[in-house]
Antibody, heavy 122, light 107 residues
Framework: EVQLVESGGHLVQPGGSLRLSCAAS????????MHWVRQVSGKGLVWVSR????????NYADSVKGRFTISRDNAKNTLYLQINSLRAEDTAVYFC???????????????WGQGTLVTVSS | DIQMTQSPSSLSASVGDRVTITCRAS??????LNWYQQKPGKAPKLLIY???SLESGVPSRFSGVGSGTDFSLTISSLQPEDFATYYC?????????FGQGTKLEIK
């Protein structure tokens, strides 16, 4: 069974830093691209970042470029999101998701974790 | 960035109704369009990928059509468990933008 479990979200002051983790199991982690998506309470889904299967390629939304860093450790089956210079508008639930990016059809996000809440407030 | 616009933003319907949600991209995305269902407090669930392919395990009452810039998701006969928020997402290029969501409520 595919499982993605996020952790690391908590209350942090503006300007602070945080590292989110996503532990993967039930599939060959190193074969898949991985993504982060966030959602402000009561609002829609916003794509944040993705990393390719071996960690050598990354992409970011403009709103987080330069502050967020996505990475992965395939030996530990874990995805990370380092978040620096946190702002109030970064307050959201952060989901990790598995991407079928190597597929020729759709390249969807087919499995999602339950999310971890990041709250930025003084 | 490619903008994804869903309509309507909300919809009231009854069990057994046929409903259609549309999604328009600001530029062509060929068939790189996916649909997700999200229930309150839960993670999104993939329903349709590649505009029209039904994800494994998803009931056949869900269907998707479209290509280029115009897409739609149809639920042929609403069931109680279908009341949720639905999102389209383009996977043509990054950033992989989502529509703003369509909240499907019970009439």
């Amino acid at each position: 069974e595919v499982q993605l479990v996020e952790s690391g979200g908590h209350l942090v002051q503006p300007g602070g830093s945080l590292r989110l983790s996503c532990a993967a199991s039930g599939f060959t982690f190193s074969n898949y691209w991985m993504h982060w998506v966030r959602q402000v309470s009561g609002k829609g889904l916003v794509w944040v970042s993705r990393v390719n299967s071996d960690g050598s390629g990354t992409n970011y939304a403009d709103s987080v470029k330069g502050r967020f860093t996505i990475s992965r450790d395939n030996a530990k089956n874990t995805l990370y999101l380092q978040i620096n210079s946190l702002r109030a508008e970064d307050t959201a639930v952060y989901f990790c998701a598995r991407g079928r990016d190597s597929s020729s059809s759709g390249r969807p996000l087919d499995y999602w974790g339950q999310g971890t809440l990041v709250t930025v407030s003084s | 960035d490619i903008q994804m616009t869903q309509s309507p933003s909300s919809l009231s319907a009854s069990v057994g109704d046929r409903v259609t949600i549309t999604c328009r991209a600001s530029q062509t995305i060929t068939s790189y369009l996916n649909w997700y269902q999200q229930k309150p407090g839960k993670a999104p669930k993939l329903l349709i990928y590649g505009a029209s392919s039904l994800e494994s395990g998803v009931p056949s009452r869900f269907s998707g059509v479209g290509s280029g810039t115009d897409f739609s998701l149809t639920i042929s006969s609403l069931q109680p468990e279908d009341f949720a928020t639905y999102y389209c997402q383009q996977s043509y290029i990054t950033p992989r933008t989502f529509g703003q969501g369509t909240k499907l409520e019970i009439k």
